[in-house]
């Protein structure tokens, strides 16, 4: 089945296998003359780069985003947009020795079960590698949005036992901070945890927060597309992650409707809720008030502690890391533009599908 | 836009307000040759439906469903399967004094600023009377997924700071409780957390869990359609849901890599693997493992405790539900066989998906 | 598979047999305040209904549309329509003696091939009763066009060997013609044309024209969904159908680029193409002139002269009507009304997805 | 809104411009093992190429495919399969002087009108070369569909007045016609018809004949995404098409019932049509007899006749093709192998579409 397009009027479509000759993304129904050029992708993946962190993947990568249709005299045209970022520094030589073993944690072994065949270099399609297309697609999406003045942030909330949930967030700070923290005292926790986990050949899980500004009131659709489902179904396609909730989230399980419940009230600017347990949405639809939530990340299933498995013949086996290669102890860091990524494309998409004729 | 329909291969399309002359569901792309009949459905339809429980709305509806279409001596034809349930005992006299209140915790106010208009009638199309077209097209999944076995089993594991996730489930037990709680200690401290809402005219929050059996490894898709993601999308359209995670969901993100791997092994019947962390899924595609998760349920938004808001003009006012008019304590105990139903449905469609030419 | 819908952003989706308990039409995405009753549904229905001509089927059908949901106090709120039009008068027995013959020209052999079932009665869902819930939806999509004065008409303009393509639409006589002819002339001639086939036991053949009228400039897709591509598939999939063609067709083949070619000339209101060759679309996309084109139908496949076949089990047969059963000497003239309304179910979706955010 | 994709389960993503750094396509939904490499696409792409026929445009394009993802070692993964074709020769200098110009019979003027803003190099999006990764995606499709011995075939069945259709195809012979002729007669009066129009300086439309053969029966879907529709939407698509039939399409029309049905008969092999008017198709499914029909292409829009136009501007102009620009007295040569590309990425995907669990 074709599963490789995401979105409905403002629709992605990604390509390419960690180990290929490229990976890439086209972004089909962008308005037109929405201003567009190589920089601004640029910009949005040296972010989610590995090396851009201390605590991300140093292989040394430069995604270099290269515009190829759909743009003209610096201007979106309404013509598909098609990105292309060619894969350098390729070696797949180390991945022989561990080409028939299932890796823990990974997809080799489902990827066998449903083709009968599978790309076993650096994960192949199922690498990563993949969101890079999703982050180049979020800018494009931003490009649009910044047309209404609406804006999407993520930042990493907790890493291990760690959780900052709740913690104010310094904008200022988390611009610069590698670790896509929220403020200094989370980013000095982080990089505890994170440090243990390394220091011990073992990775750590972490929770991505994202939120949504000046989103207008009356967007989004009831019944099955409804605003969160939307969000939910984009988080839960990206790697590694196990679980969404926006507004109070789980934790409205826990709470009395007289506390989750928001009111209204009329200010200046019109009747708006008076609080937002919500989360800026109900029955599917913005009210108005910011929209955030979380994304659970799990552990990178990479590690250097040696795993029992078997082979694709089903023999008993050890799996080791090949040496000098050299993985993330913790996936939720990369994942923070990619989070910030999917809600901008649900939020075009949701835009376009919202215009009144 | 077109949001009223679920799924791809096997979908369907619901219609119907609250307060309306009745309700439905098409079931589109069933395969030919299923047995189905009415009494299938009204044994689900009475499982959701309210008066079934002690916390639920005791107002009596008579949900019998008629199959209109898609069925010839008793079996499916590969046509249409259209549903209806006609809306009984509805008085909409008593909403006519609030009529023009935004509702706290209601989509009345979202709906009024999308479409300008609403239905104010008993929640109109955002009523969870929807959900019973959902439960109905369930049970049409599950009879399709009894040829190969599957089944998909939902339970309420948590009422307010009551939390049973990870408990043992006595099946029994489960079938027979009308709150669908896993065992009995389960359903003594639920009953507690409810009446204690009750008791203050409050409501109370819950999360429900589901566990999908029997399902092969290779059924999903990879990148986007992601079976969580489905599932995630699926989950977050109830309406009250606020959350979703699967596997180990959001502790996942606490744990270190070494503890959430799951090995393979080689045993009888061939390589699975050894443990289930993963719940079930790796890369998007079904490892043959039980694919479990929770869904997390705010409380109830009609609490009999006076609230404050504005009417449509935007005059203070405040909300007090119509005398007479009485509703669940909580949401979550007739979301169980909903989120069954969604499972079944994300399941069935997946399995059309993944043929083999 | 799903494939009993029809559209993207204002969607249909139909089901019923024949036989059945009755026929339904879902219309998803229709905008909100547009006023919308079953007298609207009901005249249209009259004009498709056998009985309205003297050369449609004698079965007297009642087609009376009962509107479910979706509608509040004469408007649309945004929520799905649900109509459903009962059957009466069906008398099924008169199918049992014909019940395993495989009817020359009609889908029960294939029906078989892929379902491995048949509903025999009067064509299952293969009947071209499923054509009145298009019937009925175009109703809706035409009070939605109406806000912008946009308008679709269709006649009959060939009949077997007499072809009146390029006369003059008389729109009085139009609307009073029972064969939807254009003028005096024509509807003599196809009479003449109707009652000989008829007088030999026989069917024939027709073509249906459509025009759809004040439509702007710049609506429609470039690239696959191209105006013309979506009016082709919604025409190919009416009953009987076999061709489309649309400005000049199939003429366009044996003309000159010099002849064919369209100039452009700036007169009051602003630019706009000199002549219309092309049937009002450039590049998939309108031009602001009429959109036109024509549809082929086949002659009935019923007819009253016995026919060779075999039964299911491959057993020779003669196929011989029912005594009793009447048939439409020619499908085209019902197919008038339908014509028209996939016309306008093209056109409100194609509004829909041209919106500017 | 996202226009640029085309299928269901097998889908294709294109995307372009004539005058861009390239075009390419993403096939989406391919089955994984399917052996697939450069020369296959190249094959294909040769035939469609300018300058591969006489009466084709002399533009020298090197359409060399790259296969950037989605195949390994020779075999399809499953992964999406990228394909870049680089656009070379390519000198866009000589559209400077005619930007401002509405060209007869191309789509600038719709596109401004849609997007405000269009890329006037060489057709832009609009242009035919686009269809280059049709023919590349159907490549593909037709590499999977040789696993079930399906073939698809078109010729060019007429050029302006002269009309082949029906005559006898010398299979051979096609194989080597530069114009796709049936026959050698076939080709010499369309060699005529061509030359005589390329001499007075103008264009001439022709026809395209397709059919599809060893389709088994119960293949495709009842109701709306019937076979013939399906067909109907992809021909429609194609640059300069302006009609479509199946069977006996547009002559069926004037056929009576009793010429037009096929009975059926029981030979060895089973139970089958004894004759075939239907077009290989009945209800939207395949009889299991060959599907054939027809598309019509209008006259090359660009000519060395000056015509009357406007500018942007409104202002009054006459348009020459710039000097030294030289174009296809006929698009239907071209065409003939997206004609076939289009019927076979139909025919793949209505096979994945219809796997039986």
Redesign the interface.
Known sequence: ???????????I?????SH?????V?V??C???IELNEEMLQKELDRRSPGSSLYTSPRKEIDAP?I???V?EG?T??????I?IENNNVDSSKYEDIKTL?R????N???L???????YRGG???SAR?TAGRVAAGAVARQFLN??AIKATAYLS?V??V?FTGTEVDRAFLKTSPLFAPNPSAEAEFIREIES?KG?D??????VSFIIENMP??????????L??????????I?A??????????R???????????????IEG??K??SNH??G????????EPIFG?V????????N?P????D?E???AE?KLPAGSRHDPIV?VRAVPVVEAMSLLVIADS???????
């Not at 009131?217 to 409804?226: D, L, M, Q, R, V």
């Not at 659970?296 to 590690?303: H, L, N, Q, V």
Request: glycine fraction near 16%; charged fraction near 15%.
């Open positions: 089945m074709a599963s490789n397009s995401f979105g409905t009027l403002f629709r479509t990604t390509w390419g296998e290929g000759s490229g990976i890439g086209i089909d129904g308005p037109a003359a290269k190829l249709s759909g003209y201007k045209t309404g013509a598909p947009i098609s292309i299932l823990p944690g990974h997809a072994f489902t990827y079960k449903k083709y009968g065949i599978f790309d192949g399609r199922a993949e047309r209404f907790a291990g036992k959780d986990a011990a073992d990775s750590v899980g972490g929770i009131a009356g967007i989004g659709e009831p019944i099955y597309a409804k969160p489902a939307l969000l939910a179904y984009a988080m839960l396609s790697p992650s196990k679980g969404f909730e926006f507004g109070e989230g789980f409205a399980a826990s709470m009395r409707g007289s506390e989750h419940n928001d009111g209204f009230i009329n019109g009747i809720p008076s919500a989360g949405v109900l029955g599917g639809i913005s009210t108005g979380r659970a990340f799990k552990p990178t299933s990479s590690i502690i795993q029992k498995t078997v694709i089903g023999n008993s799996f939720a835009f376009l599908l919202n215009c009144k004729p």
